[in-house]
């Protein structure tokens, strides 16, 4: 069974930054994709961005692609997002995932097994 804790959520000004992390239990951490995901209510699920296991891949969601970086550190099993330049239409739950074995497509929900409980990220205008 696979556990994953974020961190990192709070309330900032439109334009700041924030880093969110992810803490992984395990030991399939370092062989899985990793991905973001948030949500607002009312709303589906949506893309944030994913990184490889290696993390020599990453993908970004057009919408916060060259504002946020993921990245990863297999011996702390831990992900992180890096989120500058915050608008208010980032504000969301923010959600973890570990991807199934082998993840085809990156941006879909449906290939990741494994979800945090969302870390709350509020920006204000």
């Known amino acids: 069974q696979v556990q994953l804790v974020e961190s990192g959520g709070g309330l900032v000004q439109a334009g700041g930054s924030l880093r969110l992390s992810c803490v992984a239990s395990?030991?399939?951490?370092?062989?899985?994709?990793m991905g973001w995901f948030r949500q607002v209510p009312g709303k589906e699920r949506e893309f944030v961005a994913a990184?490889?296991?290696?993390?020599?891949?990453?993908y970004y969601a057009d919408s916060v692609k060259g504002r946020f970086t993921i990245s990863r550190d297999n011996a702390k099993n831990t992900v992180y997002l890096r989120m500058n330049s915050l608008k208010s239409e980032d504000t969301a739950v923010y959600y973890c995932?570990?991807?199934?074995?082998?993840?085809?497509?990156?941006?879909?929900?449906?290939?990741?097994?494994?979800w945090g409980q969302g870390t709350q990220v509020t920006v204000s205008s």
């Open positions: 990184v490889t296991s290696t993390g020599l891949n990453t």
């Open positions: 995932a570990l991807g199934n074995s082998f993840v085809s497509f990156v941006r879909q929900a449906r290939e990741y097994d494994y």
């Open positions: 395990g030991r399939t951490f370092s062989s899985r994709t």
